[in-house]
């Protein structure tokens, strides 16, 4: 009865544990789109009881052995077959991920796109690292380095990107030979209900995968604490990492986080303007700002600032907003009305400190986009970085403009900020881009370019932006534990503790 449909209405009453559907007994959430309030699901609000269960499930299934003791090339195989089945179910993923979070559906496609390479690349990984032999210096001892994995994994994810940000943890998590369970935001868990057939189809054990829907406090917070669980990976907001980075040290868990961004886009004046202006406004508008990426504030060279922003805001007034199957529509609805508030009190703080309002910064109320959590595309110039317009992440599309003269100033405000997760820089000068790609503190820096990651290359933030690394052979090694074997294969005494020449002593 609770197996989802790849339909557009469903109703799932439970929580997927030990490979099937489980009834729970908490209350049931009605997800609606963001773009007109059309109901999507209905959807388990599960208690701490369901994730304590979901939990038991994945500490069995660890401990059994049968998941961390199935070659790695197998359990590649298994991700391969995932990425298959996504690719035949994309149409269903996309159309559900679109209305749970009210993106485009064109955007939605591209995120399952996205999904399917993360499956494929860790599938394609799988046996090609099975730890290192260490030269000793010793003729008898063979010494190994090995990996092993870290056991059961608590997976905590956001409302933006839901099946991305899932599948960043679910696929190296699964080849790496844990087990887990998963909590997607409470406000978009539809893919990642879904995705839970999806394995289950692709040969992974049951209680290898388990879910629980439901909110952070209740379901979220037993995978941070519970002792059972080894690793608590996150991706959400900063004040929630902190809560869980707390709540794991208990237990002295693994922590990973990947949290915000204030992402500088620096633009010189050198820079191919066309390109520089065309990707300012993807930068931050992309997903109606709702990235953790979003290249949020503009840092622009002082001589070309009049005219560079002048361009910026003429098409940010042309972008068309629209909900997820509306042809004409460029970017979509934030991802509720309590949300579209904070961004809309953000950006009256930014104009109460003395940032000039140059284009959007309301409330739409017009019948189309009256029914949805809309908020067009706004640009704040005169922006100072002590601005919390500027410091703190409004995860909205809201573009803060700043000025400067020379290149350790540019480099100086980019890294103005307690984040550090990406940024860009803009230049036809070679020699300079390099430089200021070194000095940037960020994760990730693109240059003459923004947003691209592919999973080859590792995601992750410095400072308060979070800690490890997701994607890549980092994104892998989070999952994985680190063993020294050491092997004596012509063992003997080692006379340490032998009587000495002048006798034993009573
Ligand atoms: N660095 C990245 O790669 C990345 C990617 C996507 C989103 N993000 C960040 O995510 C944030 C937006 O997502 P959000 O609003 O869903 O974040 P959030 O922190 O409100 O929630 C994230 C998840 O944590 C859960 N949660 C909430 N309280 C909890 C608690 N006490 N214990 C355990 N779990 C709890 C939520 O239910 C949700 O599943 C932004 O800050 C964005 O920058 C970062
Ligand atoms: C990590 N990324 C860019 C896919 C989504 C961030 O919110």
Same mark, same amino acid.
């Given at each position: 009865m609770n197996s989802p449909q790849l339909s557009q209405t469903h109703t799932v009453r439970g929580s997927y544990v030990d490979g099937g559907w489980r009834q729970s007994a908490g209350g049931i959430r009605s997800i609606n789109c963001p773009a007109d309030g059309t109901h999507v699901a209905d959807v388990a609000e599960c208690t701490s009881a369901d994730a304590e269960a979901?939990?038991?499930?994945? +500490?069995?299934?660890?401990?059994?052995?049968?998941?961390?003791?199935?070659?790695?090339?197998?359990?590649?195989?298994?991700?391969?077959?995932?990425?298959?089945?996504?690719?035949?179910?994309?149409?269903?993923?996309?159309?559900? %991920? @679109? =209305?749970?979070?009210?993106? +485009?559906?064109?955007?939605?496609?591209?995120? !399952?796109?996205?999904?399917?390479?993360?499956?494929?690349?860790?599938?394609?990984?799988?046996?090609?690292? @099975?730890? +290192?032999? !260490?030269?000793?210096?010793?003729?008898?001892?063979?010494?190994?380095?090995?990996?092993?994995?870290?056991?059961?994994?608590?997976?905590?994810?956001?409302? *933006?990107?839901? =099946?991305?940000?899932?599948?960043?943890?679910?696929?190296?998590?699964?080849?790496?030979? *844990?087990?887990?369970?998963?909590?997607?935001?409470?406000?978009?868990?539809?893919?990642? !209900?879904?995705?839970?057939? #999806?394995?289950?189809? @692709?040969?992974?054990?049951?209680?290898? @995968? *388990?879910?629980?829907?439901? #909110?952070?406090? %209740?379901?979220?917070?037993?995978?941070?604490?519970?002792?059972? !669980?080894?690793?608590?990976?996150?991706?959400?907001?900063?004040? #929630?990492?902190?809560r869980i980075m707390v709540a794991a040290a208990e237990t002295v868990k693994r922590v990973a986080l990947e949290l915000g961004g204030k992402n500088p886009n620096v633009v010189f004046a050198d820079a191919d303007r066309e390109a520089a202006i065309d990707n300012a406004l993807t930068a931050v508008f992309l997903n109606s700002g709702q990235v953790c990426s979003a290249g949020t504030r503009l840092i622009v060279e002082e001589s070309i600032h009049e005219e560079f922003v002048a361009e910026v805001v003429r098409r940010a007034r042309q972008i068309r907003l629209g909900g997820p199957f509306d042809q004409e529509a460029q970017t979509g609805p934030l991802i509720s009305t309590a949300h579209r508030d904070k961004v809309h009190a953000y950006v009256q703080a930014g104009v109460a400190e003395g940032a000039r309002l140059l284009c959007g910064g309301f409330i739409p109320d017009t019948p189309e986009l009256g029914r949805g959590s809309f908020y067009p595309p706004t640009v704040l110039d005169g922006c100072k970085t002590s601005m919390r317009v500027v410091q703190e992440e409004s995860f909205g599309p809201v573009m803060t403009v700043e000025t400067f003269t020379t290149e350790e100033e540019a480099v100086r405000l980019a890294n103005d900020t307690v984040y550090g997760l990406a940024g860009a820089v803009w230049t036809a000068d070679a020699s300079k881009a390099q430089r200021v790609s070194e000095a940037l503190r960020h994760g990730t820096v693109w240059i003459n370019d923004y947003h691209p990651y592919v999973p080859q290359a590792e995601w992750g933030g410095f400072g308060q932006s979070g800690n490890g690394r997701e994607l890549g052979l980092a994104g892998l090694a989070e999952y994985r534990e680190t063993k020294h074997i050491w092997q004596n294969i012509s063992p003997g005494p080692s006379h340490w503790f032998e009587p000495s020449q002048a006798g034993v002593q009573q």
């Open positions: 979901a939990v038991a499930s994945a +500490r069995k299934a660890f401990d059994d052995g049968g998941w961390p003791g199935t070659p790695e090339l197998e359990r590649g195989a298994i991700l391969l077959r995932v990425a298959g089945l996504l690719q035949r179910d994309k149409a269903g993923y996309a159309a559900a %991920e @679109a =209305l749970d979070t009210g993106k +485009r559906l064109v955007e939605a496609e591209y995120d !399952i796109d996205d999904v399917i390479a993360c499956f494929r690349y860790y599938g394609s990984v799988a046996g090609t690292d @099975a730890g +290192r032999v !260490i030269d000793t210096g010793r003729p008898g001892a063979i010494s190994r380095v090995v990996h092993a994995p870290v056991g059961v994994c608590g997976l905590i994810t956001p409302w *933006n990107y839901p =099946l991305l940000q899932a599948s960043w943890k679910v696929a190296p998590a699964l080849l790496a030979g *844990n087990t887990f369970v998963l909590k997607p935001s409470e406000l978009t868990p539809s893919t990642s !209900i879904l995705l839970m057939d #999806t394995l289950r189809e @692709a040969g992974v054990p049951d209680g290898v @995968a *388990n879910l629980v829907t439901g #909110t952070g406090p %209740e379901v979220g917070a037993v995978l941070s604490s519970d002792p059972r !669980i080894d690793l608590v990976s996150f991706t959400g907001g900063l004040e #929630t990492g902190k």
